[in-house]
């Protein structure tokens, strides 16, 4: 299963988007990513929560297809993604817009769709 490759080192994953958010930029909550996908000003990555609903799944998905922009599905739930960003509080999906120090994208490589 292809997507199963990229999280045999899920934990490698949630080190380098808590690295994002620490020493780059990044979007938390799916409203503000919709409005960014929608503004044109494309992230460089957008994650998605297993458990977010399907009417925001789809959106997100279309908006990022639409705009080039690479798409994770993250396994675990929003609270887990939350906890990736170290942040008390469900998080449906992000947008990474500087990766910082972070090698996530590298990571990920071409996985991500």
């Known amino acids: 299963m292809e997507g199963r490759r990229c999280w ?6 949630e080190t380098e988007l808590y690295l994002a958010f620490k020493s780059g930029k990044v979007l ?12 044109g000003e494309s992230p460089k990555l957008v994650v998605i929560a297993s458990n977010a609903p399907e009417s925001l799944r789809r959106e997100i ?10 798409l994770l599905r993250y396994q675990g ?29 590298e990571l990920l490589g071409k996985e991500v769709r």
Do not use: Q, T
Request: hydrophobic share 40%; no cysteine.
């Open 8 to 13: 045999e080192m899920s934990s490698n994953i």
């Open 28 to 39: 938390l909550g799916a409203k503000k990513v919709i409005k960014r996908l929608k503004s």
């Open 61 to 70: 998905e279309y908006l990022s297809k639409l705009s080039g922009v690479p």
């Open 77 to 105: 739930r929003s609270l887990e993604l939350g906890r990736a960003f170290k942040r008390p509080f469900f998080v449906s999906a992000a947008a990474i817009l500087e990766e910082g120090e972070s090698r996530i994208l």
